[in-house]
């Protein structure tokens, strides 16, 4: 069965594949690719830094403790996880509830 023969030949290009084969328009590529990367990093950056914020926020004692989560949370996530735990909880019911088992 033989559909083509093999000796086709394109020498019709399409008129934008001047454009599209243009040193002007990868730069541009390049550019909206660096700047929505960007835009994501700084977007899940700020979303890294929440617990620190609110911490700061409402005065917490363990601000600087939240702040550390927060920071090595880069580099291993549960720490992250942590800090948001300890944004949640009520630390003086906490320590209520501590010193009522002891004693």
């Given at each position: 069965?033989?559909?083509?023969?093999?000796?086709?030949?394109?020498?019709?290009?399409?008129?934008?594949?001047?454009?599209?084969?243009?040193?002007?328009?990868?730069?541009?590529?390049?550019?909206?690719t660096v700047a929505i990367f960007s835009?994501?990093?700084?977007?899940?950056?700020?979303?890294?830094?929440?617990?620190?914020?609110?911490?700061?926020?409402?005065?917490?004692?363990?601000?600087?403790?939240?702040?550390?989560?927060?920071?090595?949370?880069?580099?291993?996530?549960?720490?992250?996880?942590?800090?948001?735990?300890?944004?949640?909880?009520?630390?003086?019911?906490?320590?209520?509830?501590?010193?009522?088992?002891?004693?």
């Amino acid at each position: 069965m033989k559909i083509h023969d093999t000796s086709l030949a394109f020498d019709n290009l399409p008129s934008v594949m001047v454009l599209l084969d243009s040193v002007a328009f990868m730069w541009f590529i390049t550019l909206v690719t660096v700047a929505i990367f960007s835009w994501v990093a700084i977007k899940l950056w700020h979303l890294h830094s929440l617990p620190k914020y609110m911490a700061k926020e409402k005065g917490m004692h363990q601000a600087k403790l939240i702040f550390w989560l927060c920071m090595l949370g880069l580099i291993w996530k549960p720490l992250w996880v942590i800090a948001v735990i300890a944004i949640v909880t009520d630390w003086d019911k906490a320590q209520l509830w501590f010193k009522g088992t002891r004693s």
